[in-house]
């Protein structure tokens, strides 16, 4: 098997049936990872475009989220129709979701969401609109959009609707109801997450303290200038899987 030189961790090349089995751990293993931040929920849910064009894998409508193994996530179509999963079990509601930001951001392979209290907060009061204020939030400077349709997520008219808010931006709020993130892949998909939630926790405590002082032009464009993202998030995937398997939350045989 090839490695990434960067990360020792398995590249995604290769035979299609090795990779869709390092991608079914790494999205097992990063919704288990979410779940244990309190960042995932019940009912949320992280998908992984499969290579060859037939789809993404995702969990299903019933597994939990704090139990899950490879082998149970289903393979869904572009269109987000189960190909493949265990017996009686269907996709999420809002699998269209994933279907549509998957169709219209080529960029895109990896796709969250979630319902987190304190960041929805942002869009329940006529206060100030979350922008980035930490550091690693430069990852949102291009803006974090509010889709105002608190509705689930659950048809390909809702799911076009929330991916034509989202635009090219990497992150969006959906009103009184949670959060879209995406990224170029399954580790750089969970260190947004947590940097995501990291930045909404923080400036809800500044807010607090005083006026807000968010991360102005140059000082995004002089973070960004020395922000090495493949070693980042190399470096903090290494950290979360390590602790993760600490406390028995990942099977020792996933190649991660
Ligand atoms: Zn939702």
Not at 50 to 55: A, M, Q
Not at 101 to 119: E, G, K, M, S, Y
Not at 229 to 246: E, F, M, Q
Request: some cysteine; aromatic content about 6%; overall charge negative.
């Amino acid at each position: 098997m090839n490695t990434d030189v960067r990360t020792d961790r398995p590249a995604l090349d290769g035979d299609p049936a090795e990779v869709e089995l390092r991608l079914r751990e790494q999205v097992a293993a990063c919704t288990l990872m979410l779940n244990e931040q309190g960042i995932l929920g019940y009912s949320c849910h992280v998908s992984a475009r499969l290579p060859d064009g037939r789809g993404f894998l995702i969990q299903s409508f019933d597994q939990s989220r704090a139990a899950l193994t490879p082998e149970v996530l289903l393979v869904c179509d572009p269109d987000g129709r189960m190909l493949s999963g265990p017996d009686g079990q269907r996709p999420p509601a809002e699998v269209y979701l994933h279907a549509e930001i998957l169709r219209v951001r080529p960029d895109v392979n990896a796709v969250a969401h979630f319902h987190h209290d304190r960041t929805t907060v942002f869009t329940l009061a006529d206060g100030p609109q979350l922008v980035p204020v930490k550091n690693h939030a430069v990852r949102w400077a291009s803006g974090i959009p509010v889709h105002r349709d608190p509705s689930h997520v659950n048809s390909a008219e809702r799911g076009r609707a929330l991916a034509h808010t989202l635009g090219a931006h990497h992150a969006a709020l959906i009103r009184a109801h949670g959060q879209v993130v995406v990224a170029e892949n399954v580790a750089a998909l969970l260190i947004d997450c947590v940097h995501f939630v990291e930045n909404a926790e923080a400036m809800y405590d500044a807010v607090r303290l005083g006026p807000l002082l968010p991360l102005n032009e140059e000082e995004i464009a002089m973070f960004q200038q020395d922000l090495k993202r493949d070693r980042h998030v190399a470096k903090l995937w290494t950290y979360y899987v390590g602790r993760a398997r600490a406390q028995g939350l990942l099977q020792p045989q996933w190649s991660l």
